[in-house]
T-cell receptor, first 115, second 111 residues
């Protein structure tokens, strides 16, 4: 199974809402990533978990809170977002030994709209 | 910080024509990866190049890594409508941990 799944596919939320994005992989990968992608732009790295520990936070605002409950799951908790946070949120996974040295498998993404 | 420039930003071709996209890094890279993202889709890994001067082929796609490991190219021979999408290069710097993505080249193919 070389699939990364993400739920929900679409999410519309108000600026005062709290919501969570979920990501799951069963490839035994020990590195998992959250990216944000705006239209016509490349993916922008937000967080990296390696062996279930947060290893990289690319100075992301605290209204985004990642969580890695186990080696197969990755969550992104959202609170008090701004309209400019509307984007496609992509989860990815890879082998964990050296970040960036292995191909990343991307999920289909959650398209988030903040109203 | 590390920058990866990718050109062209857009390329429109007639089906059957060739296509090339180029990436240039401001620093030497440990490796470079290529991804394809179809319209409305997510990035899909195509290939990774690691060695200086490396050339790899996948059917009609040819990938090259420069001798100085600072540039790379993707060439598609005889494009088909199924080649439509945005092609991203992503480089890993020698001293850092994350892939730096180029801005991508959007390829459209006229049948």
């Amino acid at each position: 199974d070389t699939e990364v799944t993400q739920t929900p596919k679409h999410l519309v939320m108000g600026m005062t809402n709290k919501k969570s994005l979920k990501c799951e992989q069963h490839m035994g990968h020990r590195a998992m990533y959250w990216y944000k992608q705006k239209a016509k732009k490349p993916p922008e790295l937000m967080f990296v978990y390696s062996y279930e520990k947060l290893s990289i936070n690319e100075s992301v605002p605290s209204r985004f809170s990642p969580e890695c409950p186990n080696s197969s799951l990755l969550n992104l908790h959202l609170h008090a977002l701004q309209p400019e946070d509307s984007a496609l949120y992509l989860c990815a996974s890879s082998q964990g030994q050296r970040l960036g040295s292995y191909e990343q498998y991307f999920g289909p993404g959650t398209r988030l709209t903040v109203t | 910080g590390q920058q990866v420039m990718q050109i062209p930003q857009y390329q429109h071709v007639q089906e059957g024509e060739d296509f090339t996209t180029y990436c240039n890094s401001s620093t030497t890279l440990s490796n470079i990866q290529w991804y394809k993202q179809r319209p409305g889709g997510h990035p899909v890994f195509l290939i990774q190049l690691v060695k200086s001067g490396e050339v790899k082929k996948q059917k009609r796609l040819t990938f090259q890594f420069g001798e100085a490991k600072k540039n790379s190219s993707l060439h598609i021979t005889a494009t088909q409508t199924t080649d439509v999408g945005t092609y991203f290069c992503a480089g890993l710097g020698s001293s850092n941990y994350k892939l730096t993505f180029g801005k991508g080249t959007l390829l459209t193919v006229n049948p």
